[in-house]
């Protein structure tokens, strides 16, 4: 049997038709709603688990502390820029949808350092006597404040298990410093975003730039609960 | 040779060349000529060597390796109206907009309705909020990270404040301190076996907001030191901004310390 050219015409629009419809093509949703969906999932994730978490919104330019939800201090970001390794001039992209998965147990590099207080408590005295050395003991010293005892780098990062960092710098740091400082600072940075390219030490995919005023990327630097998470928010899917 | 004949030069022809005098542009011109046809000369005889040829063509690719290798920054293009509404009408698009409408709910609920108290430990620094707005912020003391050690039986204390979310789980008015072990260690006394011995009034001030494991919002008697960790783990707080916490805070009221 021999099918008419207007028959064929006709099943193949209907193949057609059928191949667009709406039913069986999941690509007709919009990759900005599944992108967005995929970050809510996690970032409701995160906000049921115990944990502290760093909430960076591009579109904001936001950067905030959370816990469950809820917004503990909130920066707001100068700049903010999104970087990839780049050999001999190729960029290396992140996997699609990193932005989308779980980015956990930041740490600060350099990491923060703190001097703790040690008292030795002096041996008790037998009870109605003065304490052992004939007189009350001296009080202890008063700790100095997070900002007489934390001195804080710039820039200074914070590094995630996944191979995600977030690069904090400071606005308007450094100005007093001598050229040659700088120059030797700049070099220096420059040679550990080599080594870093490479994948010596840190094997970073990517790097998130944010510059704070200088207090806030202070205050950042000094409060940051150890094993902090990450969720970026506010980019278009990758 | 006859009297008065000329003799003849070995100059050419033509107009007679007038010399050139010597200004200091003229020989810095020359000078720079001189130079620069040794420096080709000496260059041509380098690079014809193969040595020299390899060196520097690895010089320039390190160059431009190190010149292009390192971190691409590019500014960061936020997502164009994220949450705008979906256009297609696809059964997936309708069933991921309604997910996404039901987790912005879920993130929503997640920010209390009542007050909630957030303490920034590092800056000593008390906030009562409210949704977005500050209802009370005031100085604090927060744990001194003080290690006191006992000397005999090497029990070891740390005087750090817990981080994470709690609860007002009771609130206290002119509350009596029960003095744990570590006070009177501190202080080179013996530790009392009657519990009455461990009791002790008026030092944690008017009011007390207990949130769990021995830890407490309360006042002091060392109001200048405030906005200074020098506390043994619990938040002290001025009188006056403790009077209005304990009056606007429920019981259940969540705590989140940073």
Same mark, same amino acid.
């Given at each position: 049997m021999r099918a008419s050219p207007a028959a064929l015409a006709a099943l193949l629009a209907l193949a057609a038709a059928e191949a667009a419809s709406p039913e069986r093509a999941p690509d007709a949703v919009p990759a900005g709603l599944r992108h967005e969906v995929a970050q809510l999932r996690l970032e409701r994730e995160l906000s049921t688990?115990? +944990?502290?978490?760093?909430?960076?919104?591009?579109?904001?330019?936001? &950067?905030?502390?959370?816990?469950?939800?809820?917004? &503990?201090? $909130?920066? $707001?970001?100068?700049?903010?820029? *999104?970087?990839?390794?780049?050999?001999?001039?190729?960029?290396?992209?992140?996997?699609?949808?990193?932005?989308t998965e779980a980015i956990s147990k930041g740490r600060l590099?350099?990491?923060?350092q703190r001097d703790r207080i040690e008292v030795v408590a002096p041996a008790p005295a037998p009870s109605g006597a003065q304490p052992a050395g004939g007189a009350t003991p001296a009080p202890p010293p008063v700790p100095k404040s997070a900002e007489e005892t934390v001195s804080v780098p710039s820039p200074y990062r914070i590094v995630f298990a996944e191979g995600v960092s977030v690069e904090v710098r400071s606005s308007g740091v450094g100005r007093?410093? /001598?050229?040659?400082?700088?120059?030797?600072?700049?070099?220096? &940075?420059?040679?550990?975003?080599?080594? /870093?390219?490479?994948?010596? +030490? =840190?094997?970073?995919?990517?790097?998130?730039?944010? =510059? *704070?005023?200088?207090?806030?990327?202070?205050? &950042?630097?000094?409060?940051?609960?150890?094993?902090?998470?990450?969720?970026?928010?506010?980019?278009?899917?990758? | 040779m006859s009297a008065g004949a000329e003799t003849p030069t070995s100059a050419p022809a033509g107009p007679p060349k007038r010399a050139v005098p010597h200004t200091p542009t003229t020989v810095a011109v020359a000078f720079g000529r001189f130079v620069l046809a040794e420096l080709r000369v000496r260059l041509a005889a380098l690079w014809a060597r193969r040595r020299v040829r390899a060196a520097l063509v690895g010089v320039v690719f390190l160059l431009l390796a190190f010149l292009g290798t390192g971190w691409d920054f590019a500014a960061a293009t936020p997502q164009v109206a994220p949450g705008a509404a979906v256009k297609s009408a696809t059964r997936e698009a309708v069933r991921l907009a309604g997910e996404r409408e039901r987790l912005q709910t879920a993130l929503e609920r997640r920010v209390p309705r009542g007050p909630w108290i957030v303490i920034d430990q590092t800056h000593n620094r008390l906030r009562l909020m409210r949704g977005d707005e500050t209802l009370l912020e005031a100085p604090c003391s927060a744990g001194s990270g003080m290690v006191l050690k006992e000397g005999?039986?090497?029990?070891?204390?740390?005087?750090?404040?817990?981080? !994470?979310?709690?609860?007002?789980? @009771?609130?206290?008015?002119?509350?009596?301190?029960?003095?744990?072990?570590?006070?009177?260690?501190?202080?080179?006394?013996?530790?009392?076996?009657?519990?009455?011995? #461990?009791?002790?009034?008026? @030092?944690? !001030?008017?009011?007390?907001?207990?949130?769990?494991? !021995?830890?407490?919002?309360h006042g002091?008697?060392?109001?200048?030191?405030?906005?200074?960790?020098? @506390?043994?783990?619990?938040? #002290?707080?001025?009188?006056?901004?403790?009077r209005e916490l304990y009056r606007q805070v429920p019981l259940g009221t969540p705590v989140y310390i940073y």
């Open positions: 688990g115990k +944990g502290f978490y760093l909430r960076l919104d591009a579109g904001r330019k936001r &950067l905030a502390l959370m816990l469950q939800g809820v917004t &503990l201090d $909130e920066y $707001e970001a100068r700049g903010f820029e *999104l970087g990839v390794p780049e050999v001999l001039f190729v960029d290396r992209r992140p996997r699609r949808g990193w932005d590099d350099p990491e923060r007093n410093r /001598s050229w040659l400082r700088r120059q030797a600072d700049a070099l220096g &940075l420059r040679l550990s975003d080599l080594g /870093s390219a490479l994948g010596l +030490g =840190t094997r970073d995919r990517v790097r998130l730039r944010v =510059t *704070l005023a200088a207090e806030e990327a202070a205050a &950042l630097y000094r409060s940051l609960p150890p094993d902090v998470g990450l969720i970026v928010v506010g980019l278009p899917p990758s | 005999a039986k090497g029990r070891v204390w740390v005087f750090d404040t817990p981080r !994470g979310r709690f609860e007002v789980l @009771s609130k206290t008015e002119n509350p009596v301190w029960k003095k744990p072990d570590w006070a009177f260690v501190e202080e080179g006394e013996p530790i009392p076996k009657d519990p009455a011995d #461990r009791l002790e009034y008026g @030092s944690l !001030g008017e009011y007390a907001l207990y949130f769990g494991n !021995g830890y407490m919002i002091t008697l060392y109001e200048r030191l405030l906005g200074r960790p020098v @506390s043994h783990g619990c938040i #002290r707080l001025g009188k006056d901004p403790l």
